[in-house]
Every structure is written in structure tokens, then in C-alpha cells.
């Protein structure tokens, strides 16, 4: 079991930035593919960025793609994903998940969880 917990989100102003942070503990050595998730109320929750844990191969959704940059520490067993200029549609409450998929962006493929943390931008 990979044990996820997420930091740093907060109330930012658009076109501010945010670093969230996913800390991974437990069997670290299981982990293939870490995603980033959003969700908002009575939505599906939607893929942001991924990256390989081992190769750091990176994938961003269209909506984020030269504003958002997903980084791995594998000394730290740490995943961050960096908001840029981020914008009110950015609001919502962001996930850290592990997969042993590498490339999926498809929530249900994805294993271990985090508690989320909120990320709002103000207009």
C-alpha cells in the first residue's frame, strides 16, 4: 500500500501561481505513474498531469499544457505539480494518485489516493 498526501493549495488570485506537493510513503518502491486529478462539485474527476517515476516522462491535459509542470523528487519520494498563471477555472480540489499504468490518464486506473488539498483562484 503507497500512503499519498497532498499540500500546498490555497486562495490565489488569477494569474498568481501555486506549488502543490504529493508526499508518498509505504511501498514507494510499487510505484510506476504519478497523476494529478482535479474535481469539482458534481463533476468527474479530470486528469492533469502525470509523470513516470522512473524515466520522468511527463503528460499534461490540453488545459494545462505551458502553465502547469509536473516534477518528481525520487530521493524525497515526492511528486509536485507547479500552477502558472492560473485562472478561476483552475478552482477545485486536486488529487495525487498512483498507477502502475504508465500514460493513463483515466481516473479508475489509478490505485492509491490522496485527501486532496483545495486550490481556489479568484478573479
Known amino acids: 500500500q503507497v500512503k499519498l498526501v497532498e499540500s500546498g493549495g490555497g486562495l490565489v488570485q488569477a494569474g498568481g501561481s501555486l506549488r502543490l506537493s504529493c508526499a508518498a510513503s509505504?511501498?514507494?518502491?510499487?510505484?510506476?505513474?504519478m497523476g494529478w486529478f482535479r474535481q469539482t462539485p458534481g463533476k468527474e474527476r479530470e486528469f492533469v498531469a502525470a509523470?513516470?517515476?522512473?524515466?520522468?516522462?511527463?503528460h499534461y491535459a490540453d488545459s494545462v499544457k505551458d502553465r502547469f509542470t509536473v516534477s518528481r523528487d525520487n530521493g524525497r519520494n515526492t511528486v509536485y505539480l507547479q500552477m502558472n498563471i492560473l485562472k478561476p477555472e483552475d478552482t477545485a480540489v486536486y488529487y495525487c494518485?498512483?498507477?502502475?499504468?504508465?500514460?493513463?490518464?483515466?481516473?479508475?486506473?489509478?490505485?492509491?489516493w490522496g485527501q486532496g488539498t483545495q486550490v481556489t483562484v479568484s478573479s
Open positions: 509505504g511501498r514507494t518502491f510499487n510505484i510506476d505513474y
Open positions: 509523470i513516470s517515476w522512473i524515466g520522468g516522462n511527463t
Open positions: 494518485a498512483n498507477s502502475p499504468h504508465i500514460g493513463t490518464q483515466n481516473h479508475w486506473e489509478y490505485t492509491n
